[in-house]
């Protein structure tokens, strides 16, 4: 199953210490739900604030990509050019 | 003078080897006018009954607003309106910890006029419009302001301080496992990291630590702010606004003044210059409540002084950098403190970065911790790869020094720890399709490199990155009746993208370039488009225009079946042509043109419009090489020779790209040399303006010489990655190391200015 | 609201009558190169503009009993344009020229410069150097005066109301004489003078110098005329003693302050390092002439 890394501070109010996770999910936005289950509040944090990479491709606003088995996803602030 | 290199086989999907146009050098389709001045800016529009908008900011860098009285300013004959805070709505007033984003509504719109506290010298307080400037400037002068006072703090490190005067009493600063319960000046704290540091460190032949800081510098673009809106008594309101995004400029307004997005229209005006600095609003929100009041349209435009003390420059900061390594060069453990300053509200890009400090480099074990710090200064706003060139400076100038320690050569050190593809980045995800080691050797093994150097001169080498973004675009290609064609897109042209948007729709349908003509269209004429920045527009918005041309040569195709009575898989579209593929057939080509003409009979106009969101943006790395001779006596730096090379993916119109490359060095040339924010005790900047905030003039800098390595990204139809922000990365800490050959000293404290190499080089 | 009013005399009489009518807010024109920027500033309300434009002897340079006059009013570009002079004065010239941009040198004018009293003023420490003065006219008559008398402190100058100054004079040059002009500047142009210095010198027939005179500028409230400086040099040939003399007693003279363009400390040391750079430079133009 996707295997989540969470690599920003932000996040360590809802999750802790905990950074790594097995997350069972098909699309980001099953793997978003699951993780605002497992950390109320966490979801809605990753959807607004965070990109997502999934296999070294950065993601801005990617809720329905597909994840495979074996995906490495990551979690990482939203980034702002200029 | 540039250099192009390339991989022999291009994966990107429309580059075949065989391109006729992208890739070439057409003249710019907005070039006439900007030369000849028929360009129009953001202060070129005139509309009947125009007013002239002008601010009151404040001259205290931190007060409270005990009163304002607008009455005998009112009383002036020819004042139209006056606004001051309380004309605004009120955005929720919620605890806050700071997020990474930098559009906080609240904080924005609190910025774009204060309403209880003045929070840096220039902040603004309340704005008339008026029949003409003279006027408009007695109305400043006869309005009474009643303040209170405060300590200020301008200093990064002062700020974080614990008794450092507090600028905001619900600011907590985020980013902490407990939400702490004193207010503070430090509004987040974050964290990367990766292995074991102590352990890193006790494998370490050799650590070396130093302590940076640079100083607050401007975007510098020679364009001032400049707005003209109009809100009639229906509440529609149209603007003409120089910005980096009209979507963006009628999201802000829509927020700050609570109306709906569908009644403000935004045109976008020539820009000149932008750099990041102009993503956000100042005026327009002001120019649209001056306008709601007084009934008629009111132009703004900022003077220098106002664009120095009131919109956005990037952060002062404090860094230490600690690195260790083995007698190889191996690097074994990284360490890095970032203090950023944010100005008045919370979001400095002290998160970007951290994120692209020790992006280079592939590192086992490494901590990366920033502040983000408010202070009584202007807020930051975006200026170009924002935040990385900041850290970039520390961490290459400590690794200048590390190699120096090692008796290696710099190239060498950044080979042996070089991130390739399939490298985990310090920020996460791994690494796909980058050309990082190309353009480290495109400098190994250039001229300059092996150049010899004489007295008092020096050589420095440092590298870069930047992420590039991709996100929501628009782009519509319309054909007319004579087979010409119209790209229209929403995104302001700041680089050149407007040439290159034409360059590969005219590619894809197979047009003469001369035949395509681009425009950049108001919000109510083209679909939402994120704002240009981000080095994104020629990677998004490109993709964008070349799905909707390759749409149309679909709908193309289908309708030459039509005529030539053929299957639609009997027709392939081949430089501008149908072509019937069955030769036995004796079909006729028909051109554009051709089938332009009978559009009404084969379906109707032929257009397309694509909005996407793009994903799949390539990073960019940059490698500089830089030498300078420094004056002993006088401190001067010149800079003797300079060669930037880097990984662009494929440089969709080769003089844009180079233009870029050079574009970025010049800036950061000057912020390590000459610029930055003096402030006096008093918290007031003392030169703003360009006599003494010192930008490069042309004969401070030579030709700058680029190489351009093309390693596709097969995300984008012909390959393109971002290149707007990488180049100015690397060139503090490229001048820097130059300085350090040049007179064997460090310099660790930005701008090298002549008195400061001067005193490094008395102190012995 | 305060008035803008504007004027063109045709004669200095007419000139001097309006300015004393015009009262404290009365200004000449000439390139208008700092009064403008003034204005628009507000660093200056707006009054009386006198141009002095149409005033005949106001523009144009001439030789004149072995010197040269120049007009007040007489742009930049023509003193670099003017081959004789150049020759005579390269230091005035060269120091001249530097004011601005090239643009700029189209309309700035060595009196503007003078009278606008800043102490980083360009020319004023190549005149100063030079020995030149300046035609004063004014409600009671003409004088002549030093140029080091005009600016008294930064900003003001010892002209009475209704006073300006109608020409600068360059007096006759003895032969084997050369100036020179130097700056430090953070940039390569386009930058307000962290230190200037002017050096005049006259060699006699063995390169033994003769007379000198060192004026220092942006190193104190107005220019500083460095006598030991020049005493430094009489009778030496610019050996590395008399350079290292001059640094020192450039150095002594030098009263800076610390401000956002320089540190004092800073000032001093480049007031001696510019010394021995323009001495070096006048020596060797002044080994040149006949």
Known sequence: MPHVVVACSSCRAFTGDVTTFDVEAATVREMIRELERRYPGFGEHIERKMAIAIDGEIHQDALFEPLRAESEVYLIPKIGGG | MSDVLERPASSAPLDDGRLKIVGTRPIRPDGVDKVTGRALYGADLAMPGMLVGKVLRSPHPHARIVSIDTRKARALPGVKAIITGADFPELADEEYEAGESASNLRDLALNVMARDKALYNGHALAAVAATSSAVADEALSLIEVVYEVLPHVVAVEAAMADDAPVLHDKLFTGGLKEKPTKASNIAKRNEIKRGDLAAGFAEADVIFESRYDTAATHQGYIEPHACVASMASDGQCQVWSSSQGQFMIRTYCAKVLDIDASSIRVTPAEIGGGFGGKTTVYLEPLALALSRQSGAPVKMVMTRDEVFRASGPTSASVMTVRLGAKADGTLTAADVELKFQAGAFPGSPVGAASMTALACYDIPNFSIVGYDVVTNTPKVAAYRAPGAPISAFGVESAMDDLALTLGMDPIALREKNAVHDGTKASYGPTFRNIGYAETLEAIRSHPHYSAPLGPNQGRGVAVGFWFNVGGESTAAVNIAEDGTAMVITGNPDIGGSRASMAMMAAEVLGLPIEKVRPIVADTASIGFSMLTGGSRTTFAVGMAVTQAAQKIVEDLKRRAALLMDVSVDQVDWIYGAAVCTDVSKGKADLSLADLAAKSGQTGGPIGSQISLNAQGAGPGFGVHVCDVEVDPETGHVTILRYTAAQDVGKAIHPSYVEGQIQGGVAQGVGWALNEEYVFDTGGVMENAGFLDYRVPVASDLPMIDTVMVEVANPRHPFGAKGVGEVPIVPPLAAVANAVRGAIGKRMTSLPLSPPKIRAAIDAG | ?290
């Open chain 3, 1 to 290: 609201m305060a008035q803008l009013d504007f004027i063109a005399p045709v004669s200095p009489e007419q000139a001097a009558a309006a300015l004393l009518a015009g009262g404290a807010g009365a200004r000449p024109l000439s390139g208008g190169t700092d009064l403008l920027v003034q204005l628009r500033s507000g660093r200056l309300p707006p009054g009386l503009i006198v141009d002095l434009k149409r005033i005949p002897e106001a523009i144009g340079i001439r030789q004149e009993a072995g010197g040269f006059v120049i007009g007040a009013a007489t742009p930049g570009i023509a003193l670099g344009e003017h081959a004789a002079l150049t020759a005579a004065w390269p230091g005035v010239i060269e120091a001249a020229n530097l004011i601005g941009s090239t643009q700029v040198q189209g309309r700035a004018t060595m009196a503007g410069n003078l009278c606008n009293a800043s102490p980083a003023a360009d020319s004023v420490p190549a005149l100063v150097a030079a020995r030149a003065t300046c035609l004063i006219v004014g409600p009671a008559g003409r004088r002549t005066a030093p140029v080091e008398s005009i600016a008294v402190a930064p900003g003001r100058t010892s002209l009475a109301p209704g006073e300006f100054v109608l020409e600068i004079h360059l007096p006759a040059r003895s032969a084997r004489s050369a100036d020179a002009y130097l700056r430090s500047i953070p940039r390569t142009e386009m930058d307000i003078a962290v230190v200037g210095v002017g050096v005049n010198l006259t060699l006699d027939a063995d390169g033994v110098i003769t007379d000198a005179r060192v004026a220092l500028g942006a190193v104190g409230p107005t220019v500083i005329v460095a006598d030991a400086a020049a005493e430094a040099l009489i009778g030496s040939k610019l050996d590395d003693a008399a350079l290292a003399r001059l640094d020192t007693a450039a150095r002594a003279a030098a009263t800076p302050i610390s401000d956002k363009r320089g540190t004092a400390d800073y000032r001093t040391k480049i007031a001696g390092v510019l010394a021995r750079r323009a001495a070096t430079i006048a020596y060797a133009r002044a080994e040149k002439t006949a």
